[in-house]
């Protein structure tokens, strides 16, 4: 399935030009609740700091009550996320930000940089950028438990293309984890890494990474079993995809450590579960994207408790 939010706010957020004359804003100002969203607080600083992006994004309008519902907002799909149990790793945070400073030419000091000289502070958009990749998260889920197609459903799309079934890549996979401590990270990571990637360059087949693994230290290798294409983890699918059987991903660093994904067996294969997946995620999300976002923000306002002090 493509993205949820083609135009997605991590990709588009801040449209400025980079030391165009950013005020400096004091990070020790005072602070005070404005709202309680079901029991979560949103404060001055809160609303402050999101003023300050809409401005970097060149935002017209009334800033300060457009910055005030976007942080009602955000608290209610944070408080969402919660219920639901998503957690988004920090290792991913830190490689979106990395990845927006790329695209826009900076290194990640200098947007860092920019981020706290205007006042949205790294830490708010670093915020941001968690709530956003949550509730993409959650829309997707939403979407593919709405859009489930019935059986019925599938035979006929599929007389519509002239009764062949699609395909799609079945995967059998194994996961190697050069293990962390949250501890330890600062002090390990770069070298479990290494690790990682000099047992990657010597991978030669699933069957032979337990023996690999022999000799060296917290490395856990879990044997993930047999996944379809359109269920692969949207962090892991791009580096999947476009590798072959008995090869292996790039290695990554998550919360757990350093890692990456063995490719045991691969082929296409065709059955009902296959067809039922892809109609299910197949096509342009965008218009409805929309809608499920706006029907579900919706839902989670008429049930929560907002207070505005």
């Keep these: 399935m493509k993205t949820l939010l083609a135009a997605s706010a991590i990709a588009t957020a801040l449209a400025f030009t980079p030391g165009a004359g950013l005020p400096v804003v004091s990070q020790a100002q005072a602070s005070e609740i404005r709202y309680v969203v079901n029991n979560l607080p949103v404060t001055s600083y809160d609303i402050a700091r999101r003023t300050a992006f ?6 017209k309008g009334n800033l300060r009550e457009q910055a005030e519902n976007e942080m009602v907002e955000q608290a209610l799909r944070t408080v969402e996320m919660q219920r639901l149990n998503v957690n988004i790793p920090k290792s991913a945070i830190d490689e979106n930000f990395a990845s927006f400073a790329q695209r826009n030419k900076l290194s990640v000091k200098q947007l860092s940089s920019i981020l706290n000289r205007s006042g949205v502070t790294t830490a708010h958009f670093k915020e941001f950028i968690r709530v956003q990749m949550g509730w993409q998260s959650l829309l997707r889920a939403r979407f593919q438990h709405d859009a489930k197609m019935s059986e019925q459903d599938v035979v006929q799309r599929m007389l519509k293309q002239g009764g062949d079934k699609p395909t799609a890549t079945e995967y059998i996979l194994q996961q ?5 401590p949250s501890a330890e990270r600062k002090a390990k990571l770069n070298s479990r890494v290494r690790e990682a990637e000099n047992m990657r360059a010597r991978f030669s087949g699933c069957d032979k990474t337990h023996d690999q693994a022999k000799g060296l230290l917290d490395v856990t290798i879990r044997d993930l079993g047999r996944v379809l294409e359109p269920e692969l983890p949207p962090d892991w699918a791009p580096l999947i995809k476009p590798i072959k059987e008995g090869q292996a991903t790039k290695v990554r660093t998550t919360d757990r450590g350093a890692e990456f994904i063995a490719i ?43 207070v505005k002090r």
């Design 264 to 306: 045991c067996k691969a082929k296409l294969v065709s059955d009902d579960r296959v067809a039922q997946m892809v109609f299910t995620n197949e096509g342009d999300m965008g218009e409805q994207a929309k809608a499920l976002n706006d029907k579900y923000m919706k839902e989670l306002r008429g049930r929560s408790r907002i």
């Design 176 to 180: 190697v984890i050069f293990v962390v």
């Design 54 to 59: 809409l401005k970097l994004q060149r935002r």
